[in-house]
């Protein structure tokens, strides 16, 4: 038990000052208010202005986040339906999951250069097939690492896909080809998450950023997009997230507007309201990543 508790306080993201905003501020003053607890629309907003903040720093969106859920789960067993439903129209079409397979980038300690390489299941026709397939894709993708770099390659990084002792993303590529092949599933597609801005120097990019710093090997943005374009064209890549560096303006509509795959952008927009209009105004990118404790 001690260990946990030490664990608490100097290894989380800010989890017991969430509880102490919560059990010390915000919940007391909801309940003098007298709320419904099923008024979601007109907790949020209170709890917004109680917070006072464009970012909810005061607070974090930890703390808020935690009550908004609690009101939306208690709106939901009013109704006796099952949260989803409460939260969306009654007929349902779930996503295709996007399942991590390979990490590379600052998320691990080999020289990959894109930080994940991530699987698809659209050939999937539930979304509890599409976690089977996900499943069984990553344990083939295992025995082929194994067999093929030895059994220390098969560690896991940070975001828990393998992270090989492998220089060349292509190479990756073909692994995930190899497992889809061996799992039966050779409909499914790939997708990557490049996290260009960990590697952005000086208005470029450099692809081999884990070495010690060159800045004659630096690259332009848009020698990078033809890059991209040949794991599209050459190896069943259909969504990209963080091509480019978060602030490059210029590169981000350039690379999607002649694309018809998944540009996605995450820390182009960190689920900021400003930030996601700026580029849905820009087209910078067609698909985004909305994390609802990130603001």
């Given at each position: 038990?001690?260990?946990?508790?030490?664990?608490?306080?100097?290894?989380?993201?800010?989890?017991?000052?969430a509880?102490?905003?919560?059990?010390?501020?915000?919940?007391?003053?909801?309940?003098?208010?007298?709320?419904?607890?099923?008024?979601?629309?007109?907790?949020?907003?209170?709890?917004?202005?109680?917070?006072?903040?464009?970012?909810?720093?005061?607070?974090?969106?930890?703390?808020?986040?935690?009550?908004s859920?609690?009101v939306?789960?208690?709106?939901?067993?009013?109704?006796?339906?099952?949260?989803?439903?409460?939260i969306?129209?009654?007929?349902?079409?779930?996503?295709?999951?996007?399942?991590?397979?390979?990490?590379?980038?600052?998320?691990?300690?080999?020289?990959?250069?894109?930080?994940?390489?991530?699987?698809?299941?659209?050939?999937?026709?539930?979304?509890?097939?599409?976690?089977?397939?996900?499943?069984?894709?990553?344990?083939?993708?295992?025995?082929?690492?194994?067999?093929?770099?030895?059994?220390?390659?098969?560690?896991?990084?940070?975001?828990?896909?393998?992270?090989?002792?492998?220089?060349?993303?292509?190479e990756?590529?073909?692994?995930?080809?190899?497992?889809?092949?061996?799992?039966?599933?050779?409909?499914?597609?790939?997708?990557?998450?490049e996290?260009?801005?960990?590697?952005?120097?000086?208005g470029?990019y450099?692809?081999?950023?884990?070495?010690?710093?060159?800045?004659?090997?630096?690259?332009?943005?848009?020698?990078?997009?033809?890059?991209?374009?040949?794991?599209?064209?050459?190896?069943?890549?259909?969504?990209?997230?963080?091509?480019?560096?978060?602030?490059?303006?210029?590169?981000?509509?350039s690379?999607?507007a002649?694309?018809?795959?998944?540009?996605?952008?995450?820390?182009?927009?960190?689920?900021?309201?400003?930030?996601?209009?700026?580029?849905?105004?820009?087209?910078?990118?067609?698909?985004?990543?909305?994390?609802?404790?990130?603001?």
């Amino acid at each position: 038990m001690y260990f946990l508790v030490s664990c608490c306080f100097h290894c989380s993201a800010g989890t017991l000052k969430a509880v102490e905003h919560v059990t010390q501020t915000i919940a007391p003053t909801l309940i003098k208010q007298g709320f419904n607890v099923v008024e979601q629309e007109k907790i949020e907003k209170f709890m917004q202005e109680l917070d006072g903040t464009d970012n909810k720093s005061k607070f974090g969106a930890n703390a808020i986040l935690g009550i908004s859920l609690a009101v939306c789960n208690a709106r939901a067993a009013e109704k006796g339906v099952p949260l989803y439903q409460h939260i969306a129209d009654p007929e349902v079409n779930l996503l295709v999951p996007v399942l991590n397979m390979t990490n590379g980038g600052s998320h691990s300690g080999n020289k990959l250069t894109m930080q994940e390489f991530m699987i698809l299941p659209v050939s999937a026709s539930s979304f509890k097939e599409a976690m089977r397939i996900g499943a069984e894709v990553y344990h083939n993708l295992r025995n082929i690492i194994k067999e093929k770099y030895g059994k220390d390659a098969t560690n896991d990084g940070d975001e828990g896909g393998f992270a090989p002792n492998i220089v060349e993303n292509k190479e990756v590529l073909e692994l995930l080809k190899t497992a889809f092949s061996q799992a039966g599933y050779s409909e499914d597609v790939i997708g990557m998450d490049e996290a260009a801005s960990q590697f952005h120097r000086n208005g470029k990019y450099d692809r081999d950023f884990k070495s010690p710093d060159d800045h004659i090997r630096y690259t332009p943005s848009d020698e990078l997009a033809e890059l991209y374009k040949t794991f599209v064209q050459d190896d069943s890549v259909v969504s990209i997230e963080d091509a480019v560096n978060q602030d490059d303006c210029q590169a981000w509509p350039s690379f999607t507007a002649p694309t018809d795959i998944q540009v996605v952008g995450d820390d182009l927009t960190v689920t900021n309201p400003k930030r996601i209009s700026k580029a849905v105004a820009e087209k910078a990118c067609n698909w985004q990543v909305l994390k609802v404790n990130q603001i």
